[in-house]
């Protein structure tokens, strides 16, 4: 199960943080509080709260790499990345005449490449809210291309997008690969803690910052939040510590 302590400047805080770092819904985790903290006198001798949230075995069981049967062969994450980078690198894909039929020409001889039992299907040619097509990816190896917290799809994901831009040399192209509707679990899960967390900046007139994401995810909290009236939403930090501040708008 994954696990996670994290500190906060309240219980609730620490909690939609820790939530939003696993990528998970309150129903799907445990939450242990550690330290609900204390606030000291004028800022002096203040302690944070801590949480220890888990998820639920049941909940992260799709994301976990699904065992091999004995005397099978299973494509593995990591080989998965390597033969994604080949790809790129000798750009053997077919010319295509849209940006959906070449993501889904590179989709398909990575996996083939790599002997992945999937099936490669297009949702949507051009998504308005991602900015670009949507495929999904689902079969008996499915879960393997997902990795731990989604790091094997996003690379995937990247890579597959690179490809697409280098065709049309375009690089406002955007790709969304979803395995088994992971992605969109996951935008869902977002969206609801993005919700959570902007109740409460309303509310106590104080920002919030969440815990680092890649920039897909910070995508999805932004726009969702976008039009929402009384907060407005930054990105701040450098790399990959960059996070997202949900701010009140006292303007």
Excluded: C, W
Excluded at 26 to 52: D, H, K
Excluded at 111 to 137: C, K, N, Q, W, Y
Aim: charged fraction near 30%.
């Amino acid at each position: 199960m994954d696990q996670i302590i994290q500190t906060g400047r309240t219980v609730e805080e620490a909690e939609e943080q820790a939530l939003a770092a696993l990528g998970a819904d309150r129903s799907e985790v445990e939450v242990e509080i550690l330290s609900r903290g204390r606030q000291g006198f004028l800022g002096i001798g203040g302690e944070l709260a801590e949480v220890r949230v888990t998820r639920q075995s049941a909940a992260g069981s799709r994301e976990e790499a699904p065992a091999a049967p004995d005397g099978g062969d299973r494509v593995d994450g990591d080989r998965v990345e390597e033969q994604a980078d080949s790809v790129e690198s000798r750009a053997e894909v077919a010319a295509a005449d849209t940006p959906a039929e070449a993501a889904i020409q590179a989709v398909e001889r990575i996996l083939e490449t790599v002997g992945a039992d999937v099936d490669v299907s297009l949702r949507s040619s051009h998504d308005e809210f991602t900015g670009g097509p949507v495929i999904d990816i689902n079969g008996p190896d499915s879960g393997l291309l997902i990795g731990r917290r989604g790091n094997t799809l996003q690379s995937l994901q990247f890579i597959v997008q690179s490809i697409v831009r280098q065709q049309f040399d375009e690089e406002n192209i955007r790709v969304a690969l979803d395995v088994e509707q992971y992605r969109q679990r996951r935008e869902d899960s977002l969206r609801e803690m993005a919700d959570r967390v902007a109740s409460r900046v309303s509310q106590t007139g104080r920002s919030i910052t969440l815990e680092p994401m890649p920039p897909s995810d910070r995508r999805v909290i932004h726009l969702y939040l976008d039009a929402r009236e009384g907060i407005r939403t930054e990105s701040v930090g450098y790399g990959e510590s960059r996070k997202v501040q949900i701010i009140p708008d006292r303007d």
